[in-house]
């Protein structure tokens, strides 16, 4: 109902859905890649619509050869794993959902949620130093805003 009155970001394209929540959103997606540790490594921002699987598209993977990347369901793409694997050298393991193709060994979906887990106490984190609203003018200023949240949390957790 709000979406109208919307100045930052205006179109169909920011409308997404968690469905974790069961409930729409409007805006942007933030896409984290963080270390063991929980320090942010990686972002990338998406409009709402976008699935998570794009995000991998736009992920830079600066990572050195037979580094291993956790992920969520949400982001199963077999093309994206098999060209990481062949071209980089970088195992993408993915939680599979019960109708995947490719299925996992019970002790892999063990560590895959193990370091999701690390993940989500990372975003809760980040939450917490986020105010309830960011003002800004544009969706540019606001996206800066939201980097520099992740910037200073980086900073706070590498000084510990």
Do not use: W
Request: hydrophobic content about 35%; aromatic content about 12%.
């Amino acid at each position: 109902m709000r979406i109208a009155n919307s100045k930052l970001v205006q179109g169909e394209i920011y409308r997404g859905k968690k469905a974790t929540m069961r409930r729409y959103f409007y805006g942007f997606n933030v896409h984290v890649m963080v270390t063991c540790d929980g320090i942010p490594v990686e972002y990338t921002f998406l409009p709402g619509s976008r699935h998570d699987s794009e995000a991998l598209k736009q992920l830079p993977f600066s990572l050195s050869k037979g580094s291993r990347v956790y992920a969520d369901a949400g982001y199963t793409n077999y093309k994206i794993e098999d060209m990481l694997k062949d071209a980089e050298g970088i195992d993408l393991l993915v939680a599979r959902k019960s109708n995947s193709k490719r299925i996992r060994e019970p002790y892999q979906e063990y560590l895959i949620e193990s370091m999701k887990k690390r993940v989500e106490t990372t975003f809760s984190e980040i939450s917490t130093l986020l105010p309830k609203k960011i003002h800004a003018v544009t969706n540019h200023g606001f996206i800066l805003k939201v980097i520099m949240f992740l910037f200073s949390y980086t900073l706070t957790r590498i000084e510990k």
